[in-house]
Nanobody, 122 residues
Framework: QVPLVESGGGLVQAGGSLRLSCVASGLTLDGYAIGWFRQAPGKEREGLSCIGRDDDTTYYSSSVKGRFTMSRDTAKNTVYLEMNSLTPEDTAVYYC???????????????WGKGTLVTVSS
């Protein structure tokens, strides 16, 4: 299957910013719901943001609302997650995912990337 590839993670100091990218090959992301998730060590996977397939409303979890911004570049088949005001609690592996079956973001979306690690130091 065509992979989703995340990039942009790394080590950042608290208060800093990172921009994550998710590039899809072989599919048109405009036909999918696209979401960002993260999983911290020992924690459940957490949904962060989602653009639904059938509308362009962007949803954010309360933990990142106002700090993170998701966007999509259809021409590049790429989605982004701009992360600002990072805290150590944001340390996690960040994943992008795409779904056409339901066109929604949920835990069993059709395609998942392998993740990119974000570490926020205090």
């Amino acid at each position: 299957q065509v992979p989703l590839v995340e990039s942009g993670g790394g080590l950042v100091q608290a208060g800093g910013s990172l921009r994550l990218s998710c590039v899809a090959s072989g599919l048109t992301l405009d036909g999918y719901a696209i979401g960002w998730f993260r999983q911290a060590p020992g924690k459940e996977r957490e949904g962060l943001s989602c653009i639904g397939r059938d509308d362009d409303t962007t949803y954010y979890s309360s933990s990142v609302k106002g700090r993170f911004t998701m966007s999509r570049d259809t021409a590049k088949n790429t989605v982004y997650l701009e992360m600002n005001s990072l805290t150590p609690e944001d340390t996690a592996v960040y994943y992008c995912a795409a779904d056409s079956t339901y066109g929604r973001c949920y835990r069993a979306m059709d395609y998942w990337g392998k993740g990119t690690l974000v570490t926020v130091s205090s």
